[in-house]
């Protein structure tokens, strides 16, 4: 569910057929079960490593189990899962457009569940949002940094001047990073907003259109670097024409 709500279970060791009889309960408001689904991920511990992902399963329709079921037991087969959408998070956040100022303001909310990348167990995340036309990155925004955690909460607004004409020209990447203060930063996971997005970034994005000054929250999954990073061309050069849209702002980082 989009909340902070990761529940482990005891470990029960060498078996296949592990026996758990555990109970956890979720405050959601009867309205939002349509939007929610419960995501059980089944792992094999390892004390010394990453633990591995055996598989999954993803129950939605939650209103089908809000009256009349009790305690009858549910079964599911269990799926091959994916790294990334078990590990890496989600995030949540905002975007609100006014087109006669043509800025976009896209407010962070919050992230959950973030894949530890420290040696403690956590990370340190910042958020960093790039603005995206032709394949060039024109300008970057950032949040601050959260020290030691998986879940932050951010409420913080990161802003761009885009005019209205450019406004289905233009994409925004939105990166989980960890902040380092010796090495490099690291990505945790990363989605993409926009006309052209896939599946919930284009959603996102048209709902954003389509409701003008008012702020179009969403929870996106996030994805490993390298299913976004095709759509920043490397081989833009300081002598490529620059795409004609207008994006110096006061907002700078």
């Not at 059980?40 to 511990?45: E, L, P």
């Not at 992230?111 to 960093?128: C, H, I, Q, R």
Request: charge should be negative; hydrophobic fraction near 35%; charged fraction near 25%.
């Amino acid at each position: 569910m989009n909340s902070n709500c990761l529940c482990p279970l005891q470990v029960h060791r060498k078996t296949l057929n592990p026996v758990f009889n555990e109970t956890f309960q979720f405050g959601v408001p009867l309205n939002e079960l349509h939007s929610r689904k419960l995501h059980f991920s089944v792992y094999d511990f390892d004390r010394f490593s990453r633990h591995d992902l055996i598989g999954q399963v993803v129950v939605d329709n939650l209103l089908d189990f809000s009256e009349g079921s009790g305690d009858k037991p549910v079964w599911r087969d269990i799926v091959e899962g994916t790294a990334e959408k078990a590990d890496l998070g989600e995030l949540n956040f905002s975007l609100c457009y006014l087109p006669t100022a043509g800025r976009l303001t896209a407010t962070v909310i919050k992230a959950t569940n973030l894949k530890a990348m420290d040696l403690t167990g956590f990370s340190d995340p910042y958020v960093k949002a790039s603005l995206i036309c032709d394949g060039r990155r024109l300008k970057k925004r950032k949040t601050s940094i959260k020290k030691n955690t998986l879940n932050p909460t951010y409420n913080e607004a990161l802003v761009f001047d885009i005019p209205n004409e450019n406004i289905e020209s233009v994409s925004i990447i939105i990166a989980v990073m960890d902040y380092d203060c010796i090495g490099h930063n690291e990505v945790i996971g990363m989605c993409r907003v926009g006309s052209d997005a896939d599946g919930p970034g284009r959603e996102h994005w048209t709902a954003m259109l389509a409701n003008p000054r008012k702020p179009i929250e969403h929870w996106h999954q996030l994805v490993e670097e390298k299913a976004i990073s095709t759509y920043v061309s490397k081989s833009a050069t300081a002598s490529s024409p620059k795409p004609h849209i207008v994006v110096d702002s006061p907002h700078s980082d």
